[in-house]
């Protein structure tokens, strides 16, 4: 099945620094690749995401890259600041056979915005 | 009920206990799904459902028993829990058929002792 890894498991970063998070997936049928935030003791919040058919997008000062060839994604956050700061988790959608499109998870980078 | 909804919020339960977290959403959603959150291992699948009446298994399914007898309903069942399934658990629901959109309900933290 399906296998996501994300690294680094903890990043700490300064005030308006950039922070990139990357993650790599086994499955070459995966075409959907969502980030989550999730701040402590919360459930988990989509801020960004990124279908197989497109090699990069942004929002703001967030941004995600895919590389389809290598099979990782990459979520890049600019001038960071310490609301930034929280647990983000990458994940990839998983399609075979008649099953719906169960997300499979990395797991989660730690990251402090120090001011 | 506005959104996703899981209940207990937390739970402290005897080692051997039947336990069953319930998670119910008014979003008209096809498919829904729990998962267990543990430090370091991230978010793991435990049980999905693609439509009232179907269910499947995902990545961490021993122990754990769903049904979905209808639209809004998708309870989770512990049959005899174990300390190993202290966790955090978030049930989730999205449209089936897309990929994206998927929206997590508030999460059950639950402690076997």
């Known amino acids: 099945g399906e296998n996501v890894e994300q690294h680094p498991s903890t990043l700490s970063v300064q005030e308006g620094d950039s922070a990139v998070i990357k993650c790599t997936y086994s499955?070459?049928?995966?075409?959907?690749f969502p980030w989550y935030k999730q701040e402590l003791g919360k459930r988990p919040q989509l801020i960004i995401d990124i279908r197989s058919n497109v090699g990069e997008k942004k929002d703001q000062r967030i941004a995600v890259t895919l590389n389809k060839t290598a099979k990782h994604f990459s979520l890049h956050i600019t001038e960071t600041q310490p609301e930034d700061s929280a647990v983000y988790f990458c994940?990839?959608?998983?399609?075979?056979?008649?099953?719906?499109?169960?997300?499979?998870f990395g797991t989660g980078t730690l990251l402090a915005v120090q001011p | 009920i506005a959104g996703i909804t899981q209940a207990p919020t937390s739970q402290i339960l005897a080692a051997g206990r039947r336990m069953t977290l319930r998670c119910t959403q008014d979003?008209?959603?096809?498919?829904m799904y729990w998962y267990r959150q543990d430090l370091g291992l991230g978010l793991r699948l435990i049980h999905y459902?693609?439509?009232?009446?179907?269910?499947g298994k995902g990545e961490v399914p021993d122990g754990y028993s769903v049904s979905r007898a209808n639209t809004d309903d998708f309870p989770l069942t512990l049959a005899s829990a174990v300390p190993s399934q202290t966790s955090v658990y978030f049930c989730?629901?999205?449209?089936?058929?897309?990929?994206?959109?998927?929206?997590f309900g508030s999460g059950t933290r639950l402690t076997v002792v």
């Open positions: 499955d070459s049928a995966s075409n959907y």
């Open positions: 459902s693609n439509t009232a009446g179907t269910t």
């Open positions: 989730a629901s999205k449209m089936e058929n897309t990929n994206y959109g998927y929206t």
């Open positions: 979003m008209r959603h096809n498919a």
């Open positions: 994940a990839a959608s998983l399609n075979y056979g008649g099953a719906t499109n169960k997300l499979i």
